[in-house]
């Protein structure tokens, strides 16, 4: 079993910088694939950025490439650092790790798969 805790998030001009952080614990793993996706009211819940814990490997949503960075800071602990952050980012982030998702199935366009969520962390960002 995996527990997962985030936090971070909050409140934001345009422009402006957060930063989420998602600490797993339960049953240790030697990897995970480990998602950031987030849902805004009445739409579904999509894709921003991942990480594959074995090989480095990143990728991102296109609206998150070049501001967002997914890391992992430290012994389970990963994050996601937002910059220039822009009021359609306004949304609920969920953190996702998953020790069992690998190649294709560790991707930021397949959320159903995860079977681990974080709580959720909100972020607002005005304009």
């Known amino acids: 079993l995996v527990h997962v805790a985030q936090s971070g998030g909050g409140s934001v001009q345009a422009g402006g910088s957060l930063a989420l952080s998602c600490v797993v614990s339960?049953?240790?793993?030697?990897?995970?694939?480990v998602g950031w996706f987030r849902q805004a009211p009445g739409k579904e819940r999509e894709g921003v950025a991942i990480?594959?814990?074995?090989?480095?490997?990143t990728d991102y949503s296109n609206s998150a490439k070049t501001r967002f960075t997914i890391f992992e800071s430290a012994n389970n602990t990963f994050n996601l650092q937002m910059n220039n952050l822009k009021p359609e980012d306004t949304a609920m982030y969920y953190c996702?790790?998953?020790?069992?998702?690998?190649?294709?199935?560790?991707?930021?366009?397949?959320?159903?798969?995860?079977?681990?969520w974080g709580q959720g962390t909100q972020v607002t960002v005005s304009s």
């Open positions: 996702a790790p998953d020790p069992a998702l690998y190649g294709g199935d560790c991707s930021i366009s397949r959320p159903l798969i995860f079977r681990y």
């Open positions: 339960g049953d240790r793993y030697s990897r995970y694939c």
């Open positions: 990480i594959d814990t074995s090989k480095g490997r």
